[in-house]
T-cell receptor, first 117, second 112 residues
Framework: GAGVSQSPSNKVTEKGKDVELRCDPI?????LYWYRQRLGQGLEFLIY????????KSGLPSDRFSAERTGESVSTLTIQRTQQEDSAVYLC???????????????FGPGTRLTVL | DAKTTQPTSMDCAEGRAANLPCNHS???????VYWYRQIHSQGPQYIIH???NNETNEMASLIITEDRKSSTLILPHATLRDTAVYYC?????????????FGQGTILTVHP
């Protein structure tokens, strides 16, 4: 596709349920990033992938959060036993490669708005 | 990554240039200055980045001082659609593996 896509756009779930959020990066982008943005706050980095590997998972807020990427393409962020504090917009971004410099700017998707009741 | 300081908010009249400052006094030689913006309810949008030289693209210009301790993003002819939160971010070329650290940014309001 032309840009990063995410699904669903909105998700309402009950406390304690598991949710899966999907990200489809720009074709050919090897790097993929997940961020979280709580209402009225800045973006919080969660995890990044280089290819299908996630070298650093330290940004994930708890062990209820996990992510995977397959085929150097689609990524899924899974939140188990959701809590109300998990309510936020979850944003995915991709770039040609990991790191800074020309050509490695990150392109963001529209986000998934998660509401935990 | 170097810390950045931006004004909390700014106003600009439609059609005029918007000049958004950013201080990054602890920036090191291999760190880039990036600018992103976030329009309400949308994901962040890349605007421009630079290392030492001034840069210009179809969206904006980036002016980096000679000592690299500050920079200014210029939107030459602001429109109402440019109303957004603008983030100045410093990223190391060889560190931080590309992670973007967003601060509070500057809320730019463009008015008629």
């Amino acid at each position: 596709g032309a840009g990063v896509s995410q699904s669903p756009s909105n998700k309402v779930t009950e406390k304690g349920k598991d949710v899966e959020l999907r990200c489809d990066p720009i074709s050919g982008h090897t790097a993929l990033y997940w961020y979280r943005q709580r209402l009225g706050q800045g973006l919080e980095f969660l995890i990044y992938f280089q290819g299908n590997s996630a070298p650093d998972k330290s940004g994930l807020p708890s062990d209820r959060f996990s992510a995977e990427r397959t085929g150097e393409s689609v990524s899924t962020l899974t939140i188990q036993r959701t809590q109300q504090e998990d309510s936020a917009v979850y944003l995915c971004a991709s770039s040609l490669e990991v790191g800074s410099g020309s050509g490695n700017e990150q392109f963001f998707g529209p986000g998934t708005r998660l509401t935990v009741l | 990554d170097a810390k950045t300081t931006q004004p909390t908010s700014m106003d600009c009249a439609e059609g005029r240039a918007a000049n958004l400052p950013c201080n990054h006094s602890t920036i090191s030689g291999n760190e880039y200055v990036y600018w992103y913006r976030q329009i309400h309810s949308q994901g962040p949008q890349y605007i421009i980045h630079g290392l030492k030289n001034n840069e210009t693209n179809e969206m904006a210009s980036l002016i980096i001082t000679e000592d690299r301790k500050s920079s200014t993003l210029i939107l030459p002819h602001a429109t109402l659609r440019d109303t957004a939160v603008y983030y100045c971010i410093v990223r190391g070329k060889y560190t931080s593996y590309g992670k973007l650290t967003f601060g509070q940014g500057t809320i730019l309001t463009v008015h008629p």
